[in-house]
């Protein structure tokens, strides 16, 4: 069984950076990767994604630009490096894997809170 350990979460002003990390367990191989977030009263949304051997990513239109995911198959670990981190960045952010890159929900991690404050 797939298990999926967040870390890196905390909270920032505006402006800043933060990497967010997650360990992987379980069977992995083939697997895509990736993050969502979800905001106090919103669902649950994707926010990037990479395949198995890290040549295809994907970002949410909110996040290009200032959001980059990444994945180290030997450490079983997916970061996301977040700058220029915005207030409406404010959300807990899960750690995901799945078959398809563009929406690798499959499993989920516990989920890291991330605030920025203006």
């Known amino acids: 069984q797939v298990q999926l350990v967040e870390s890196g979460g905390g909270s920032v002003q505006a402006g800043g950076s933060l990497r967010l990390s997650c360990v992987a367990s379980?069977?992995?191989?083939?697997?895509?990767m990736g993050w969502f977030r979800q905001a106090p009263g919103k669902e649950r949304g994707f926010v990037a994604g990479?395949?198995?051997?890290?040549?295809?990513?994907y970002y949410a239109d909110s996040v290009k630009g200032r959001f980059t995911i990444s994945r180290d198959n030997a450490k079983n670990t997916v970061w996301l490096q977040m700058n220029s981190l915005k207030p409406e960045d404010t959300a807990v952010y899960y750690c995901?894997?799945?078959?398809?890159?563009?929406?690798?929900?499959?499993?989920w991690g516990q989920g890291t809170q991330v605030t920025v404050s203006s």
């Open positions: 995901g894997i799945g078959a398809s890159t563009r929406y690798p929900g499959d499993y």
């Open positions: 379980g069977p992995l191989s083939g697997y895509a």
């Open positions: 990479i395949s198995w051997s890290a040549n295809v990513k």
